[in-house]
């Protein structure tokens, strides 16, 4: 079996270092065996913080383990967009965005329209009408029309629209990163506490995807969506989620419990609800849990966590993926569970096959799974998925 993914980076980075299996292990705190069977694929490298301590032993950026533009046999529809939306992207940067000037209220409805199709999994559709939208945003501000209102589209869009379909396109996370730097930038152009704190979700996972804990911290604990609107209320539940993540990201253990039954009381007291856009609510509560689990490297809770979650009950489609990606990765730790996590990762393809496709965590898991898959029916099954994901099988 070829070597595969963030493994066969790894492998690939450490030689070029000229660093041994026994030091590079030493220095992130694991076995050399262990580190063999990462790099090999028998072992899948997904978990945030032990990709941090192997970079760091390499003396590497996070993102140059996970951060490569992955492509896949016959590509996905949102695929050929990619390169119009790094030009939008490239010539907002420079200040010459060349869109037009748009009402705002027409602005608003297409932004509208994109993060709902966004969180339908409609990722081609998306790809088609960002880079338009992204120069229209930014041409209509600099002619300063409607000022305000276009200011807390624009953090919306960046936010919810470019920097949520980023990754499900392939596109590298340092490009990620200036969607969320434009995002920030039109909030603190507006200075309002719910913007900015919008801004700060989106720039504190960007951090944490670059191993930047200390710095997500900071952005994190500088956010105040306040409480006084119900739109206040699910943007600070979503950071308290974020804080909780990133407390597992940081291996702190005691750190991750309090945020999570925050988010959790205010999520029971608010009921399920969709505002601005990111469906916080118990059930989505309950993927937050199953993630900071499998961060946590706890696998036996994050399948119980999922086992207590309705996947009908959580807001979009884009959710539901990313729940049964998250359990399929769980189950697929657990002894003789190979069969019930190829189902899962397929139900979650079936939904949005950019989530398993392009998501290198899921891909490792695919990895290792694919390493030990017999010849059966699951077996069948599971090189298809590994096929169309682009991995050699």
């Not at 190979?338 to 898991?365: F, G, W, Y």
Request: glycine share 10%; aromatic share 4%.
């Amino acid at each position: 079996m070829a070597t595969t993914g963030i493994g066969r980076t790894l492998r690939q980075i450490r030689k070029a270092r000229g660093k041994s299996l026994a030091v590079v292990a030493g220095l992130a705190g694991i076995s050399p065996g262990y580190l063999s069977m990462l790099e090999s694929g028998k072992r899948a490298l997904d978990r945030r913080s032990l990709i941090v301590r192997l970079a760091n032993a390499l003396e590497v950026a996070p993102t140059e383990l996970t951060g490569e533009m992955i492509t896949a046999v016959g590509g996905l529809p949102q695929d050929a967009a990619l390169a119009e939306v790094r030009r939008a992207l490239m010539a907002v940067s420079l200040g010459v965005p060349d869109g037009e000037i748009i009402p705002a209220d027409v602005l608003r409805g297409r932004v509208d329209d994109l993060v709902k199709a966004q969180q339908e999994c409609r990722h081609g559709y998306v790809g088609e009408k960002l880079p338009g939208m992204i120069r229209d945003i930014h041409t209509t501000l600099d002619a300063h029309e409607e000022e305000r209102a276009v200011l807390r589209l624009a953090t919306l869009l960046h936010l919810q629209g470019t920097q949520a379909w980023l990754p499900v396109a392939g596109g590298s996370a340092d490009l990620a990163w200036l969607a969320a730097t434009l995002g920030q930038q039109a909030a603190e152009r507006l200075d309002e506490p719910l913007s900015l704190a919008l801004s700060a979700f989106g720039t504190a996972h960007g951090l944490i995807a670059s191993g930047s804990f200390d710095l997500a911290g900071q952005t994190l604990a500088s956010a105040d969506a306040g409480t006084a609107t119900r739109e206040g209320l699910v943007v600070t539940g979503m950071l308290t989620l974020t804080s909780s993540m990133l407390a597992a990201a940081r291996g702190d253990q005691g750190g991750l419990v309090a945020p999570l039954e925050q988010a959790s009381e205010l999520a029971d007291s608010m009921g399920e609800g969709s505002e601005p856009w990111f469906g916080f609510g118990p059930s989505n509560v309950g993927v937050w849990r199953l993630s900071v689990a499998l961060e946590a490297g706890e696998h036996a809770d994050a399948a119980r966590i999922a086992a207590r979650v309705d996947p009908s009950a959580l807001p979009s489609p884009f959710r539901q993926a990313a729940y049964w990606v998250n359990y399929g990765r769980a189950v697929a730790k657990l002894p003789k569970q190979r069969d019930k996590a190829v189902m899962m990762l397929h139900k979650a393809e079936q939904i949005s096959p950019a989530r398993v496709h392009r998501n290198p965590l899921a891909r490792e898991t695919l990895s290792e799974l694919l390493s030990k898959a017999k010849q059966d029916a699951v077996g069948r099954e599971l090189r298809g998925m590994a096929y169309r994901a682009g991995l050699p099988v």
